[in-house]
């Protein structure tokens, strides 16, 4: 089992900047990527960014790309989303993922690539 906890949800202003954490503790050990996603009030799960664990390469979604930027710390078994230049269509409940497994190659951007889930952060911003 692997447990995720989100951190750093909040609000801001139109403009302003958030950085959120997803600690993973537990069997973590055969951990091939670590994603975000979002869920606005009435609208579907939505993908953001992903990245490969043990190689760092990250891939991010087109609505995002130039402001919000995913990294991760292996030592501390810890990713991070940090977003800039937030615009109000952004609020949303944040959600970090994980995926176990060995020998894949693709960046995982569906949520049901993943296994594990975190219980959510509120980013709201206000314009």
């Known amino acids: 089992q692997v447990q995720l906890v989100e951190s750093g949800g909040g609000l801001v202003q139109a403009g302003g900047s958030l950085r959120l954490s997803c600690a993973a503790s537990?069997?973590?050990?055969?951990?091939?990527?670590m994603g975000w996603f979002r869920q606005a009030p009435g609208k579907e799960r939505e993908f953001v960014a992903t990245?490969?664990?043990?190689?760092?390469?990250?891939y991010s979604a087109d609505s995002v790309k130039g402001r919000f930027t995913i990294s991760r710390d292996n030592a501390k078994n810890t990713v991070f989303l940090q977003m800039n230049s937030l615009k109000p269509e952004d609020t949303a409940v944040y959600y970090c993922a994980a995926r176990t497994d060995f020998g894949l190659t693709y960046y995982l951007t569906r949520a049901n690539d993943y296994n594990y889930w975190g219980q959510g952060t509120q980013v709201t911003v206000s314009s």
């Open positions: 537990g069997r973590t050990f055969n951990t091939y990527a």
């Open positions: 990245i490969k664990w043990r190689i760092g390469s990250a």
